[in-house]
């Protein structure tokens, strides 16, 4: 079946450095491929998207390339604050019936710490 | 943008009893809704996808005689843990996809969340 796989956490580091959070998924068709971003107590925010093979999704200085050839969606930001710590979750969603209104399957969630 | 309100954010109720948690949809009309449960530093796992007028699609092992959902309108689904236990207690999360001018493919936007302890 449908799956995301991420690097596991916890992810810490210092102000201005580079983050890569590895994701990786197993999916049958085309589907789309989201971040969703976690604040401590708080539901999820997307973050970002891409819906089909070598789109680039990017917000707030995150972005990700949807890899079909290595099905990867890695997350990356070029200088972190220390207002970026959050749970990270990648996601897939799942080709939907009517009925179903198309699921998200979700990693396991890397959790990211940034020190001043 | 579409907005998805959750309440009550946190409750705390002794074993044995019955908890409700409201999911609404305020600027847009969900025919579906989807409800996830959070352990501690764990990913969502999803539990229950909810459809409007019709009978809730449970995953596996989830017990749907424990976990009562209701999706009474098109901007309203409710999550009731009925004689809830300690093990219950767990961060619960509902979500809704706005279909207005988008396709499948467009994201999902949750609630912040429902965290519920019992005693």
């Known amino acids: 079946g449908n799956s995301v796989t991420q690097m596991e956490g916890p992810v810490t580091l210092s102000e201005e450095a580079f983050l890569t959070i590895n994701c990786t998924y197993t999916a049958t068709g085309y589907p789309s491929l989201f971040w969703y971003v976690q604040y401590p107590g708080e539901g999820l925010q997307l973050l970002l998207k891409a819906t089909k093979a070598d789109d680039k999704g990017s917000n707030k200085g995150f972005e990700a390339t949807y890899r079909k050839e290595t099905t990867s969606f890695h997350l990356e930001k070029g200088s972190v604050q220390v207002s970026d710590s959050a749970v990270y979750f990648c996601?897939?969603?799942?080709?939907?019936?009517?009925?179903?209104?198309?699921?998200?399957?979700f990693g396991q969630g890397t959790e990211l710490s940034v020190k001043p | 943008g579409a907005v998805v309100s959750q309440h009550p954010s946190w409750v705390i109720c002794k074993s044995g009893t019955s908890v409700k948690i409201e999911c609404r949809s305020l600027d847009f009309q969900a025919t579906t809704m989807f409800w996830y449960r959070q352990f501690p530093k764990q990913s969502l796992m999803l539990m229950a996808t909810s459809n409007e007028g019709s009978k809730a699609t449970y995953e596996q092992g989830v017990e749907k005689d424990k976990f009562l959902i209701n999706h009474a309108s098109l901007t309203l689904s409710t999550l009731t843990v009925t004689s809830a236990h300690p093990e219950d207690s767990s961060f619960y999360i509902c979500?809704?996809?706005?279909?207005?001018?988008?396709?499948?493919?467009?994201?999902?936007?949750f609630g912040n969340g429902t965290r519920l302890t019992v005693t």
């Open positions: 996601a897939l969603s799942d080709f939907p019936g009517y009925n179903q209104g198309g699921k998200l399957i």
């Open positions: 979500s809704a996809r706005d279909w207005r001018g988008s396709s499948y493919n467009s994201p999902l936007h």
